[in-house]
């Protein structure tokens, strides 16, 4: 599609329960990112992809976080056993280049609320 | 450490006066520096990029400049107007220097263009 398509966008979570939001980039681009905004404006990267493969997991917590993008299905962000510190809106953002000489398109983000 | 510092959270300025918005970054020697405008519930959405060896970029009513012997870029609506309302983001990638292989956010600026 020609808009990146991020669900749910709202997702509310009991503490220790799994949350998996998804994601579907532009049609013809090959880089995927997702970023954790908390607080206001602070925009953490989590994570790229270059089509299936990961190019860019430096800002990935070790554990709880995966991520995956797989051929004809949406990319996805699973986190496991979360934490009342993992609520925040999750961006994923699609590109034709991993660095900045592109633009990255984003779509509206998922809110996601542990409870 | 690296860091990238937007001016004042917020900023409140006249219609159809011209709005300046600073970026301003250390340890960081970018090869592009890019603006984007997020509304509230929203993602934010691509405006500009400029590369390291261009001085100034326009498109309409915007404007940035890159110096990158005083690490900073100014970003500049003229004619503001309401609708120009939102937090504008400045990004930039590692460059030379770093990880050209994302892009890392400031903390944006809230503009409130008064009618």
């Known amino acids: 599609g020609e808009e990146v398509a991020q669900t749910p966008k709202h997702l509310v979570r009991g503490e220790g329960q799994k949350a998996k939001l998804y994601c579907a980039p532009i049609k013809g681009h090959s880089y995927v990112f997702w970023y954790q905004q908390v607080l206001k404006n602070e925009f953490k990267f989590l994570i790229s992809f270059q089509n299936e493969n990961v190019f860019d997991e430096t800002g990935m917590p070790k554990e709880r976080f995966s991520a995956k993008c797989l051929p004809n299905s949406p990319c996805s962000l699973e986190i496991q056993a979360t934490k009342l510190e993992d609520s925040a809106v999750y961006f994923c953002?699609?590109?034709?280049?991993?660095?900045?000489?592109?633009?990255?398109?984003f779509g509206d983000g998922t809110r996601l609320s542990i409870l | 450490s690296q860091k990238i510092e937007q001016n004042s959270e917020a900023l409140n300025i006249q219609e159809g006066k011209t709005a300046t918005l600073t970026c301003n970054y250390t340890n960081y020697s970018p090869a592009y520096l890019q603006w984007y405008r997020q509304d509230p519930g929203r993602g934010p959405v691509f405006l500009l990029l400029i590369r390291e060896n261009e001085k100034e970029k326009r498109k309409e009513r915007l404007k940035v400049t890159f110096d990158t012997t005083l690490k900073q870029s100014l970003f500049h609506i003229t004619a503001s107007q309401p609708a120009d309302s939102a937090t504008y983001l400045c990004?930039?990638?590692?460059?030379?220097?770093?990880?050209?292989?994302?892009?890392?956010f400031g903390s944006g600026t809230q503009l409130t263009v008064l009618p």
């Open positions: 953002a699609s590109s034709q280049s991993p660095g900045g000489n592109q633009p990255q398109h």
């Open positions: 990004a930039l990638d590692g460059g030379s220097s770093g990880s050209a292989r994302q892009l890392t």
